[in-house]
């Protein structure tokens, strides 16, 4: 089956993206691997203060399972963030309608909650948001980005609401 493309759909493809669009340049792909770089960071110390919280004790068997897959998840974060900044040229993505801002500030809130999270296990699907996003970003595929987006947007609204509420003060 062919498509026939609509020319005012393939000019506004090919044209520009705005001055503020997310993943539009190099150095904005190269932003986002910096970001996903600081998750990666911030997963390492969360794991490493969660095994030194034993005090050189035994560490319990689901604790042990949930760090390794999450140095697992580092690793691969890593070589996703490096694959970004090596190829940034190529992943340009035209039409992702976010500005770069609010891409930044999401995997900045990111890196903050996964410092934070109380109990290690309850990180991982924001992790597996950001690996998603990693991974989306080298495809320039829209869709795909912005699907990775809300998977890290859910996941860090899920995580804000597990977070004790402050006692409310009387009237």
Do not use: W
């Amino acid at each position: 089956m062919t498509t026939t493309q609509n020319p005012a759909s393939s000019a506004a493809a090919d044209a520009p993206p705005p001055p503020g669009a997310a993943l539009s340049s190099p150095d904005k792909i190269a932003e986002l691997a910096d970001q996903l770089s600081k998750c990666a960071d911030e997963i390492h110390e969360r794991v490493m203060k969660e095994i030194r919280s034993y005090g050189g004790g035994p560490v319990p068997e689901k604790v042990q399972d949930s760090a390794r897959a999450l140095f697992d998840d580092e690793v691969l974060l890593r070589q996703r963030a490096n694959s970004l900044y090596a190829d940034a040229a190529a992943f340009i993505v035209k039409g992702l309608g976010k500005p770069q801002a609010n891409l930044v500030k999401l995997t900045a809130d990111a890196a903050e909650k996964i410092r934070k999270i109380g109990v290690i296990g309850e990180v991982t699907g924001l992790v597996g948001g950001l690996l998603a996003l990693a991974g989306a970003a080298a495809t320039g595929q829209p869709v795909t980005i912005l699907a990775a987006i809300e998977k890290i947007d859910k996941h860090g609204k899920a995580l804000d609401a597990l977070k004790p509420k402050p006692p409310a003060k009387p009237a």
